[in-house]
């Protein structure tokens, strides 16, 4: 339901016009009215009316000052001045301030009742519009949410997959996981790691056994084993495709690098 204030320092004219507004057909729960821009601009603060119909001489006010006023309190306001004067400077004020149309006296029912039905077709157009930006921001703000909590639940993943290297990973499980789906999981993982999953886990993998290789005297099968490669040929070629060296080649260059240390 929408509200309506009349203000008009002309009695009968303001009760005409109350007469003429089709409230049922155009929905209109409250009319309101005012004889003077101080009573309308008090009863405007008190109850907030969509649509306004203001005369525009008062014997010693302005309704143009009191659009100005409604436009600067609640801009969103539809406002259809009513003048006796076909005056060009309050019509442009009154444009000014948004007003939807400036009628002139004497007003007909049908012309009333039409502008009435046009504001309330801008008062919803307008809300539809507030509505979308409304639900359009808490989309928005779900779905960064939602990315910020899968970016610590890959964050989780990628610390899990560093201290489990023998663990078997598929990237349907891990999407499951964090309830995305592949393409989104990964599309996500490699913001966060810079790397594919898989990619990820070949490179840390191979990292740890650098260090093995390294620090240890283990065989090279062994250090496959424990960075979670069964296969040894298939671990040599994750290797060299990760280090440009097989294993066998990478031991020989860190060798000499401490011979001649």
Same mark, same amino acid.
């Given at each position: /339901? =929408? ?80 003048? !006796?004067?076909?005056?060009?400077? +309050?019509? %442009? %004020?009154?444009?000014? =301030? ?26 919803? *157009? ?31 993943? /990628?610390? %899990? /997959? ?12 891990? !999407? !499951? ?11 996500? +993982? ?14 840390? *993998? ?12 283990? *065989? ?9 490669? !069964? ?23 860190? %060798? ?6």
């Amino acid at each position: /339901m =929408y509200s309506i204030l009349v203000a008009d320092d002309e009695r009968w004219i303001r009760k005409g016009i109350i007469k003429m507004i089709d409230a049922e057909k155009l929905e209109i729960g409250e009319i309101y009215e005012a004889d003077n821009i101080t009573s309308a601009l008090s009863q405007f603060e008190l109850h907030k009316p969509d649509i306004i119909l203001s005369d525009v001489i008062f014997p010693t006010e302005n309704g143009c000052d009191f659009c100005e006023q409604v436009f600067s309190i609640k801009p969103e306001t539809r406002i259809v001045m009513i003048s !006796a004067f076909d005056n060009f400077e +309050f019509a %442009r %004020r009154s444009i000014k =301030y948004q007003a939807v149309d400036y009628l002139l006296k004497p007003v007909s029912k049908e012309q009333l009742n039409q502008v009435i039905s046009q504001c309330i077709e801008q008062i919803k *157009r307008q809300s539809e519009k507030d509505n979308h930006a409304v639900s359009q921001y808490l989309k928005n703000s779900m779905e960064e949410e939602t990315e910020k909590t899968s970016e610590e639940e890959i964050e989780n993943i /990628m610390k %899990r /997959m560093k201290s489990n290297l023998t663990e078997k990973y598929t990237l349907t499980e891990l !999407a !499951a996981e964090c309830c995305l789906s592949e393409v989104y999981f990964s599309s996500l +993982f490699k913001k966060v790691s810079g790397m594919s999953p898989m990619n990820y886990l070949a490179h840390i *993998r191979i990292e740890k056994a650098c260090e093995l290789i390294s620090s240890t005297n283990w *065989r090279m099968v062994k250090i496959a084993n424990y960075v979670g490669y !069964a296969d040894y040929q298939y671990f040599t070629k994750v290797f060299k495709k990760e280090t440009g060296k097989t294993p066998g080649e990478y031991k020989e260059t860190i %060798r000499k690098e401490f011979d001649n240390d």
